[in-house]
């Protein structure tokens, strides 16, 4: 079981590092050409991060064949917390501060990938973890 475990986080690990380089060129793309505000970049970047996130970790990951949209309901409850927080502190960051916006995302990144991972595990995925088609094939092998 470790051995499995260890392999969970790894995959999360990488899922997340895709979703952190969707959310990284969207955050560029923003920040560079569109806007000057950090808010205004953060935000789409976040939404479009979350979507791939949670879709590839449910089925590659956590490999969960509950229910999609209250599954969805656990992650908006999530970020219905961290969107806000992240959102201020990079804001306080980036424009009162001065911090450099990619730092600031850099570090509010690491802030999600670890407490998302937690919550996933114990709170979404809790109770469904390892049922979907996936797992069941490969414990069949």
């Not at 970047?45 to 309901?73: C, D, I, Q």
């Given at each position: 079981?470790?051995?499995?475990?260890?392999?969970?986080?790894?995959?999360?690990?990488?899922?997340?590092?895709?979703?952190?380089?969707?959310?990284?060129?969207?955050?560029?793309?923003?920040?560079?050409?569109?806007?000057?505000?950090?808010?205004?970049?953060?935000?789409?970047?976040?939404?479009?991060?979350?979507?791939?996130?949670?879709?590839?970790?449910?089925?590659?990951?956590?490999k969960s064949a509950?229910?999609?949209?209250?599954?969805?309901?656990?992650?908006?409850?999530?970020?219905?917390?961290?969107?806000?927080?992240?959102?201020?502190?990079?804001?306080?960051?980036?424009?009162?501060?001065h911090w450099n916006?990619?730092?600031?995302?850099?570090?509010?990144m690491a802030i999600?990938?670890?407490?998302?991972?937690?919550?996933?595990?114990?709170?979404?995925?809790?109770?469904?973890?390892?049922?979907?088609?996936?797992?069941?094939?490969?414990?069949?092998?």
């Amino acid at each position: 079981m470790k051995k499995k475990e260890l392999i969970r986080t790894l995959k999360f690990a990488l899922f997340s590092a895709s979703a952190g380089i969707i959310q990284t060129v969207t955050f560029t793309l923003l920040n560079e050409f569109v806007t000057d505000k950090y808010w205004y970049a953060y935000l789409p970047a976040l939404v479009l991060s979350v979507l791939f996130n949670f879709t590839v970790n449910r089925k590659f990951t956590f490999k969960s064949a509950s229910n999609v949209p209250v599954a969805m309901l656990k992650v908006a409850a999530f970020y219905a917390v961290f969107t806000p927080l992240s959102t201020w502190w990079g804001d306080f960051l980036a424009e009162d501060w001065h911090w450099n916006e990619y730092a600031v995302l850099a570090f509010t990144m690491a802030i999600n990938l670890s407490s998302e991972y937690l919550y996933q595990k114990f709170v979404v995925f809790r109770n469904s973890i390892d049922t979907n088609d996936i797992a069941k094939k490969e414990d069949n092998k």
